[in-house]
């Protein structure tokens, strides 16, 4: 694959994290893939027919799966860590901090079938508690790419980089949010898909396609929105976050995490340090046991899917 292209415009971003993967490893011998049982969930045959060399199965433990990892960074290797995002920052969230965050060692951390995605599965399998983790760990950067187009720049910017890394991926195949572009698509920075002086509304991950449903839903209704693609939730692009919340008369913090500890809350601080007024809304799982349900569903429920957003954005600005 090209840099910041894909094959097709609606791929599950498992799949361009396998493609993007083979394509490093073909150039970078140091590319290794682990997984905790999760090579078929997480689309990997292709890279392990491929490259069969290349890939550690640990099995379902998740605690070896990091410290083995961290092992081979020390000795040069360049791991990632394919593992459901449930499991592997909360089983072996220990590993993450001492042996790769502690220890400094350029572990690629890679949650699949994050946030929602189990769906009927329930709360033991879901990741809404992720960002709030990692976050609070020096040193690791979280990327939630919201289309093909930012799970292939976030796999290589992942490689590139000399340091640990999560980054967050779902199960649903993804419309594409970037169109034609004269530039490489980058998820170091926040990105302005609509613009619009009415109501901004910031959204990370799957929440993105969302959040521009919303936006069109609101244009019926004559109301102009400001729709941000943001997905290093940590560290943050505050250039954008407070740009955006300068230009408009309400802002909203969209994902698909708890609403503690997540982007809505860094993105609140943030404009809170820098006095920046601005009316305020955090969307994410509220504080209660979850309910269980399809993916879309469970968020339509909590008030994340495109009408709820757009009624949300009439109230804030009412």
């Known amino acids: 694959m090209s840099q910041n292209t894909v ?58 799966l990091v410290g083995v990892a961290a092992g081979l960074a ?45 769906g009927a599965l329930g709360a ?53 949010v970037h169109g034609p572009a004269s530039e490489p698509v980058a998820v170091e920075r926040a990105t302005r898909l609509r613009t619009g002086g009415d109501v901004g509304i910031i959204a990370t991950g799957e929440t993105v396609g969302i959040a521009l449903g919303a936006a069109e839903a609101l244009a019926r209704d004559g109301v102009e929105a400001t729709v941000v693609s943001m997905p290093m939730v940590r560290p943050l692009d505050t250039t954008t976050l407070f740009d955006v919340a300068r ?3 309400g802002l909203i913090v969209a994902e698909e995490h708890s609403v503690h500890g997540g982007l809505g809350e860094a993105c609140a601080a943030a404009l809170m340090t820098e006095g920046v007024p601005v009316r305020f809304r955090a969307l994410g799982i509220p504080d209660e046991p979850i309910v269980n349900g399809p993916q879309l569903d469970v968020l339509a429920h909590y008030g994340i899917g495109a009408d709820r957003l757009a009624a949300l954005a009439g109230e804030l600005l009412g």
């Open 247 to 249: 230009r408009v008369r």
């Open 74 to 118: 020390s000795c040069g290797m360049k791991p990632f860590v394919i593992s459901p995002a449930c499991f592997l920052t909360a089983r072996s969230l220990e590993q993450i901090k001492v042996d790769v965050g502690y220890g400094g060692n350029a572990v690629r951390l890679i949650g699949i079938s994050a946030g929602i995605s189990y």
């Open 7 to 64: 094959a097709e415009p609606r791929l599950a971003n498992l799949q361009v994290l396998d493609a993007t993967l083979r394509d490093l490893a073909a150039s970078d011998p140091a590319i290794r893939v682990l997984t905790a049982d999760s090579r078929i969930s997480g689309k990997l045959e292709p890279f392990a027919r491929e490259f069969p060399d290349r890939v550690v199965e640990l099995g379902i433990a998740e605690q070896n």
């Open 124 to 176: 033991s399998h879901h990741s809404i508690a992720d960002y709030a983790a990692l976050r609070a760990m020096p040193g690791i950067p979280v990327v939630a790419p919201a289309d093909n187009c930012e799970a292939e720049a976030a796999i290589r910017l992942a490689a590139a980089t000399d340091g640990p890394m999560y980054v967050r991926f779902g199960k649903r195949a993804l419309a594409c």
